[in-house]
Each structure stands twice: as structure tokens, then as C-alpha cells.
């Protein structure tokens, strides 16, 4: 890993799975595992979206570049300590008009079909959202772009954007994977203390629920960045008064 991408925040160096060794790199071989967990998990062949829609997808937001320019990806949940991509530069970044929150349903990465896990996606609210951004060389952002979209649209739970972020060194646009209410992975209007009986006991082929909430923690808390949802559901969660999960 290039220390110098870091030069920003040295902090984080050492704090970042490097990609090739991250679990979350949607290489052909990877993307192969996926699709085996999946059926052995009983989700069947139309688990994901297919390849074509993947790549039209990404074309069709992509395209509006003109292929010489660096590609910046804003990171506001797993993106932050695992983000599975080669980067030659890390800003802290901040997005406007909207939140982070636990909205996003799935039954394979970090829950199972029996009991299905929340992970992050970003709400449409007023207020920020504070995160990272990742500059990805032009002559790789085929390729990594690629890659990404494997990881995060695989269900196409999202909706990709080009916004403007701000950051300590310039304000600049970068990809940024916010919300999709009307995709069946949005869990709707939940209260905390339901997404919190969520996280404490989902797990799937990734890991639990709740670890991927406190390596949210953890990064928050190494960059100085305060977000007070989160806080108020890592309490609630290492609560140990048994609270009823929702189906």
C-alpha cells in the first residue's frame, strides 16, 4: 500500500485493508464465490442482477466522463476500511443533504435468509454526512469501476450518483451510492431500537451484523467524526436487554 496516498490522513495507513488481499475484491474468481454462496444458500441463479445490467448500469453513469479523468468514490459505510480498490490518493470528505443510516437489507453479506442483516445507505435528509473519498487513477478507474460495481450494485439496491462533496483540500465530484426506496433491499421506516434488534443478531457469509457496525465505530471514532445516530445505535445494540426482532 502507498503510504503516500495517505499523506492526508496518516492516520488510517495500516487502518485500510489493502485490496488485494480484501475479501470484498469482486474479481472473476470472487464474483464465482459469490454466486456458489448463493445458490448453496438457496437464493437461486437470479440471486443478483445479471452482468449486462451491471455493466449497463455503470456505463450509463460513467459515460459522462471522458475516460482521461481520475474517478473519486465518496465512502460513508464498509467503503471506509475495506473500500477492495487500488487508490493513489484519501481525503476526508463531506457530503450535504444527506445521512448515513441502516436501511439497506441483505441476505447473504452480513445476514442470512432466516434472519436478514442491515447494512448503510445513505437517506436523502437535511444535515451531512461525513466519510472519506477515494481518488482512483484514470488509467485504472476502468477497471477498479468495474470491480465496484460488482461489490455494490450486485442486487442494484442503490442508486449511483456523481455529487459534489466537499473536502480540506477542494470540493470535487465523486461517485456516491445513496438510497433506493423503491428497491426490496430498503427496510423502510424503521426505529432504532428495531434496527438495533436487527444488528445484534444477523450474521452472514461476511461476518455479523455486529461487527460490521463496530468497525463502523472504530473508524468514526480514529477520524474524529461525530454522528450521533450512530452512536445512539451502537448503545442500544450493546445493550444486553433482549429486545424483538423484526420479520
Known sequence: MNAFAFRHLPELYGKIVPAEVSRLRATDDVFASWDAQALALGLGAQWRCCDEWLEASRRALLDCLDGQQ????????SLMWDPALHFTELRRARLPAYQRRF???TTIGRGNAEQAGLVLSLEAQPGHCEGLAFRIDASIAEQESRLFWRREMIVGGYQPRLLPVSTPQ???LALTLV???GHASHAG???LEQEA??????QGSHGTNRDYLEQLVEQ???LGMVDGYVQQLSRLVADSQPVQPVR
Do not use: K, Q, V
Not at 434488534?197 to 444477523?202: L, Q
Open 189 to 191: 421506516e424503521l426505529s
Open 70 to 77: 481520475d474517478l473519486w468514490i465518496f465512502a460513508y459505510g
Open 170 to 172: 477542494g470540493e470535487l
Open 103 to 105: 436501511s439497506y437489507l
Open 220 to 222: 468514526l471514532d480514529r
Open 197 to 202: 434488534a436487527i444488528i445484534r443478531r444477523a
Open 179 to 181: 438510497s433506493n426506496p
